[in-house]
């Protein structure tokens, strides 16, 4: 999947990957794409939560090896 | 005779039609009002307000990760530090302990060696913990090399978040003339020094209030 800007959140805990996710939104226009990568398994629900919560929709949500990777859309 | 039959029915018209068209307002107010509420409930900011009153390393973590992830979500935050909660606003945060001893629901692990090694779990006797010397200095040592490994964040790199995310410092006025506090020991970022009578009406409108 395409995206504007990648955020590394890996071998960040709860609620860091959540936290940095937010302040690398601020930073985006609206429609870009962000990617996030993170080893906090805590994280998969928490985004989908923040996702629900501010109204960015999250695109994509999946693991691979032993990193969770998001596509979250700025509104 | 007749008069009276064709007033009777215009009567009961009336009434039908009444009836008729209260009907269709208590439909038509229900259909908008609750178009109306899901509205106003979209564009409201939920709030949060947090009352801390523990100033060791160990409790000065659940205000600042549910007060920095609160504001990540867009709420309004505000946190009320009381008592040893006052701690938390200091300039200095490198002097926060965490003590053991009469704490004994807390995990005693090494952070570092081997996984079988970092698994033991150290039950040591509470008169053994108290005559050891700079024994609490020694877990709080522990604690943070264990927070680091982790990758959670330290205590201060949270609060400047909470502040860069606009959650509202709020400390108790009270706590600080009775232990002797001074205005400038605290971060300037401190919002205000107030009490209950200023922190409570503010929690009264919160979704989410809670005491930590």
Same mark, same amino acid.
């Given at each position: 999947m395409d995206f504007d800007k990648e955020l590394d959140a890996r071998g960040l805990s709860c609620p860091l990957p959540i936290l940095k996710t937010k302040i690398a939104l601020n930073g985006m226009t609206s429609g870009q794409v962000l990617k996030v990568v993170s080893t906090?398994?805590?994280s998969v629900k928490d985004m989908e939560a923040f996702a629900n919560q501010t109204g960015n929709p999250l695109l994509s949500s999946g693991q691979e090896n032993k990193e969770f990777v998001f596509h979250i859309r700025k509104k | 005779m007749d008069t009276h039959v064709e007033t009777t029915t215009g009567i009961a018209a009336g009434e039908a039609l009444d009836r008729a068209i209260s009907e269709r307002i208590d439909a038509l107010l229900e259909r908008r009002l609750e178009a109306k509420l899901a509205e106003i409930e979209a564009a409201r900011t939920p709030s949060m307000t947090i009352i801390a009153t523990k100033g060791t390393l160990d409790w000065a973590y659940p205000p600042f990760i549910l007060a920095s992830t609160g504001a990540a979500l867009g709420w309004d935050v505000s946190v009320f530090f009381t008592f040893y909660g *006052?701690? *938390? *606003?200091?300039?200095? *945060?490198?002097?926060l302990k965490v003590s053991?001893?009469?704490?004994?629901?807390m995990p005693m692990k090494m952070?570092?060696?081997?996984a079988w090694f970092k698994s033991i779990q150290w039950n040591i006797p509470n008169a053994v913990q108290s005559i050891i010397p700079a024994y609490e200095h020694f877990a709080t040592k522990m604690m943070k090399k264990t927070i680091r490994n982790q990758g959670v964040a330290p205590i201060a790199d949270l609060r400047a978040m909470c502040l860069e995310a606009g959650v509202k410092l709020i400390a108790c006025q009270m706590t600080v003339d009775l232990f002797g506090y001074r205005h400038n020991q605290f971060i300037p970022e401190v919002k205000d020094f107030v009490g209950a009578a200023s922190f409570l009406p503010i929690a009264k409108d919160a979704d989410v209030s809670l005491f930590i």
């Open positions: 906090d398994a805590g | *006052l701690e *938390l *606003l200091k300039k200095d *945060l490198s002097k053991p001893l009469g704490n004994p629901a952070p570092m060696g081997p």
